[in-house]
């Protein structure tokens, strides 16, 4: 049983669209990530939210943290093909950075 | 190299053997975490290990599955007498900052484990 329930688990858009993917849980976390994986890659830090509410922007990628530190959002404007991948949420719930990884959300943008 | 690095990339092995997995994390992060990948899955925590205390083994599957870490650098995960359902990628991660809530992990490119 997942900690972090992912949706949806596979999202395919042409080039231009908008995308949001989610990650739930009923646990409490003190801090939630996004990292994207690539293929035959290791994930890689996108962004660290921390405070309920928190909205951080990278570009494109727009990342909300729920106010009640339970869930998150990752959306994507105008999609490009460089954005494909498999995008994880992990939450931290103790002080030693032990991550609970959700199982992922595949996007694939075409052109 | 600056990154993470892992060996073998990939092992085949028969089922019943046993298999040693490298990790090289980057150099000064005292803090090394192990991670198992299932085909379409996300991660599964395994262990973790910061400097000299007790590493947690608390997601280690089995007794057959060990790690040790040397110092603050090289760490080994094993699996003793293989079997099918270990067959995943096995990605390790280190970090600068063991704790705290901007503690990014660097994780390598994994190794691909099949046991046939």
């Known amino acids: 049983t997942q900690l972090l329930e992912q949706s949806p688990q596979f999202l395919s858009i042409q080039e231009g669209e908008n995308l949001t993917v989610y990650c739930n849980s009923s646990?409490?976390?003190?801090?939630l990530q996004w990292y994207r994986q690539e293929p035959g890659e290791g994930p890689v830090l996108l962004v660290t939210?921390?405070?309920?509410?928190e909205v951080k922007k990278l570009k494109r990628l727009t990342f909300q943290f729920g106010d009640a530190r339970k869930d998150s959002s990752l959306h994507i404007t105008a999609a490009q093909p460089g954005d494909t991948g498999l995008y994880l949420c992990?939450?931290?719930?103790?002080?030693?950075?032990?991550?609970?990884f959700g199982a992922g959300t595949q996007v694939v943008v075409t052109p | 190299g600056a990154g993470v690095s892992q060996s073998p990339s990939n092992k085949v092995t028969e089922k019943g053997k046993d298999v040693e997995l490298r990790c090289d994390p980057i150099?000064?992060?005292?803090?090394l975490y192990w991670y198992r990948q299932r085909l379409g899955q996300g991660l599964e925590f395994l262990i973790y290990?910061?400097?000299?205390?007790?590493?947690?083994k608390s997601g280690l599957p089995s007794d057959r599955f060990s790690a040790e870490r040397t110092g603050e650098s090289v760490s080994t995960l094993t699996i003793q007498r293989t079997q099918q359902e270990d067959s995943a990628v096995y990605l390790c991660?280190?970090?600068?900052?063991?704790?705290?809530?901007?503690?990014?992990?660097?994780f390598g490119p994994g190794t691909r484990l099949t046991v046939l």
């Open positions: 991660a280190s970090s600068l900052v063991p704790g705290g809530y901007y503690n990014e992990q660097f």
């Open positions: 646990s409490v976390f003190s801090s």
């Open positions: 939210v921390v405070t309920g509410g």
């Open positions: 992990a939450g931290q719930t103790d002080s030693w950075g032990k991550l609970q």
């Open positions: 150099s000064g992060h005292t803090a």
């Open positions: 290990f910061q400097g000299n205390s007790a590493p947690d």
